[in-house]
């Protein structure tokens, strides 16, 4: 009755038993049955209650075993402040599925301009790997992993993928060297790894198709930075809106280029 009450197995309750978290207050010899009290119930939810917080049933009989005003005190101020890491965590996911969307829906309805535009950006925040990237299978091969690292390690703060460019490169027509390649960020993490992508004038343009066949976007911009006797600053950033993740069509991706400028 105990476990169907709390919605839990028997063979749970006789583990708790077991390893002496929570026992019954009484069993029958004869019977084996097991009573339990209503004190029996509250420790049950709050075993329950905890364990949904992310604690060990370890932690949780330590917790028992020691308890104090002071000490479960301390204990839920921990768990409220796990929980406020949480609720951020889950509010920059959900950021990033309304980025997704949005860019998606761009997509779909012909909304990315391939014209050269001037724009006013604010500055933002990523995370990137220090790696030289020569051509698109290489790309693959280590965006790959480095997409195992933030997953672990940064998953909440994750937004588009990127590659940054050198300015020189641009100037010489190597278009396809991607100098470093990271992780745009949803929000500001604090680690200590977080580039600032500084804000400024840039000169954007969306290329849509494999990264491979870019050098008609760049011929475009380079051409606009001639044109008008600008000069390219700082690195260049590539963000990825539409990729192989998101579709499996060559034709529908779609990578941002921004070049901050004067």
């Given at each position: 009755?105990?476990a169907?009450?709390?919605?839990?197995s028997p063979?749970?309750?006789?583990y708790?038993?077991?390893?002496?978290?929570?026992?019954?207050?009484?069993?029958?010899?004869?019977?084996?049955?097991?009573?339990?009290?209503?004190k029996?119930?509250?420790?049950l939810d709050?075993?329950?209650?905890?364990?949904?917080?992310?604690?060990?049933?370890e932690?949780?009989?330590?917790?028992?075993?020691?308890?104090?005003?002071?000490?479960?005190l301390?204990?839920y101020?921990?768990?409220?402040?796990k929980?406020?890491?949480n609720?951020e965590?889950?509010?920059?996911i959900?950021?990033r599925i309304?980025?997704?969307?949005?860019?998606l829906k761009?997509?779909?309805?012909?909304g990315?301009?391939?014209?050269?535009?001037?724009?006013?950006?604010?500055?933002?925040?990523?995370l990137?790997v220090?790696d030289t990237?020569?051509?698109?299978?290489?790309?693959e091969?280590?965006?790959?992993?480095l997409?195992h690292?933030?997953?672990?390690?940064h998953?909440?703060?994750?937004g588009?993928?990127?590659?940054?460019?050198d300015k020189?490169?641009?100037?010489?027509?190597n278009?396809?060297?991607t100098?470093?390649i990271?992780?745009?960020?949803?929000?500001k993490?604090?680690?200590a790894?977080?580039?600032?992508?500084?804000?400024?004038r840039?000169?954007?343009?969306c290329y849509?198709?494999?990264?491979?066949d870019?050098?008609k976007a760049?011929?475009r911009?380079?051409?606009y930075?001639?044109?008008?006797?600008?000069?390219?600053?700082?690195?260049?950033i590539?963000?990825?809106?539409v990729?192989y993740?998101?579709?499996?069509?060559?034709?529908?991706?779609?990578?941002?280029?921004e070049?901050?400028?004067?």
């Amino acid at each position: 009755e105990m476990a169907k009450l709390n919605f839990i197995s028997p063979h749970t309750l006789r583990y708790y038993d077991k390893i002496d978290l929570l026992k019954p207050s009484h069993i029958n010899e004869e019977t084996g049955y097991r009573y339990y009290s209503y004190k029996d119930f509250l420790f049950l939810d709050t075993i329950q209650y905890l364990q949904h917080f992310g604690m060990s049933l370890e932690e949780i009989k330590e917790q028992f075993q020691v308890r104090t005003v002071e000490g479960t005190l301390e204990l839920y101020e921990k768990q409220l402040e796990k929980l406020h890491e949480n609720i951020e965590a889950l509010k920059n996911i959900e950021k990033r599925i309304v980025h997704n969307i949005e860019n998606l829906k761009t997509s779909r309805d012909n909304g990315f301009s391939e014209e050269v535009e001037l724009v006013d950006l604010d500055s933002r925040y990523a995370l990137i790997v220090d790696d030289t990237v020569e051509n698109d299978d290489e790309y693959e091969v280590k965006i790959r992993k480095l997409s195992h690292k933030l997953y672990d390690n940064h998953f909440q703060h994750m937004g588009d993928y990127i590659g940054i460019k050198d300015k020189d490169d641009l100037y010489s027509g190597n278009y396809n060297k991607t100098k470093h390649i990271g992780n745009m960020c949803i929000g500001k993490p604090s680690y200590a790894s977080v580039k600032t992508i500084p804000a400024g004038r840039y000169l954007k343009t969306c290329y849509t198709g494999r990264t491979e066949d870019i050098d008609k976007a760049y011929d475009r911009l380079m051409r606009y930075i001639r044109e008008n006797g600008l000069e390219i600053t700082g690195e260049v950033i590539e963000t990825y809106a539409v990729d192989y993740i998101d579709t499996k069509k060559d034709d529908e991706y779609v990578t941002i280029i921004e070049i901050p400028i004067q």
